[in-house]
């Protein structure tokens, strides 16, 4: 799905990658479920373009919705891996990189932790850590912002131009708007809070959330 001029949305995948157009080639932002790498090359595909021509993968934090399609999709395409030290650590053992507090945990994520043991991640040593601040050259300029809360080490992506914010699970979106980590899935409240303002206060006009629709017209829809 053409979310604006070379930012696509790859439908049917949980939770939602990100396809980023530039001449060099692309940059996909997550990468789903295990499996999930399928879909993704069947979509960039249909964008008439090939594997060869992923050169980078950045992951917003490891949980296995978000890295199980990664080192599938690495072996396929020969991009290089982005994500920070926290996430990478935990990418590389395989694992999410913090607890969940049971108090919260909803029937689906009940059902999601019996069925993990046959869903786990394989382990993968991404290539680059990222860090707050750093710009790498997508998009004329794709920012990382460090955005913990609802992992040790999420961070989120923000191209000022055309003004798009990737939040991973920073920040989700439903049919009412757009909203915080979720509760129960969250590290730190406090720290997710403050990810919450930061990225509130980046001024961007489309928010691109790891679950949820796409929200057009973010400004004034952020939940601080
Ligand atoms: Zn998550």
């Not at 939602?16 to 996909?28: E, F, K, Q």
């Not at 439903?174 to 403050?194: C, F, M, Y």
């Not at 930061?198 to 004034?220: E, N, S, T, W």
Request: charged share 20%; proline share 7%.
């Amino acid at each position: 799905m053409k979310i604006v001029d070379n930012i696509y949305l790859v439908p049917g995948v949980v939770a939602n990658p990100y396809i980023l157009v530039d001449p060099d080639g692309l940059t996909v932002v997550d990468t789903g479920l295990p499996g999930s790498q399928k879909k993704i090359l069947a979509y960039i595909t249909s964008l008439g373009k090939t594997a060869r021509d992923v050169k980078r993968i950045l992951l917003t934090h490891s949980d296995l919705d978000h890295v199980g399609g990664l080192a599938a999709l690495q072996k396929l395409t020969g991009a290089h891996t982005y994500a920070s030290q926290v996430e990478a650590n935990a990418i590389a053992a395989g694992r999410a990189s913090r607890q969940i507090n049971p108090s919260g945990i909803s029937l689906r994520r009940v059902m999601f932790s019996l069925l993990r043991p046959f869903m786990k991640a394989s382990p993968f040593q991404v290539d680059e850590i990222l860090v707050d601040g750093q710009v790498l050259p997508a998009l004329g300029g794709l920012r990382v912002i460090e955005t913990n809360g609802h992992t040790p080490g999420h961070i989120s992506f923000f191209v000022p131009v055309p003004g798009v914010l990737f939040t991973g699970d920073s920040l989700v979106t439903d049919q009412n708007g757009i909203h915080g980590s979720r509760p129960g899935l969250t590290w730190d409240d406090a720290r997710a809070r403050e990810a919450e303002r930061k990225q509130a206060a980046l001024g961007a006009r489309i928010v691109c959330p790891g679950h949820g629709p796409v929200i057009m017209d973010a400004a004034g829809k952020f939940p601080v």
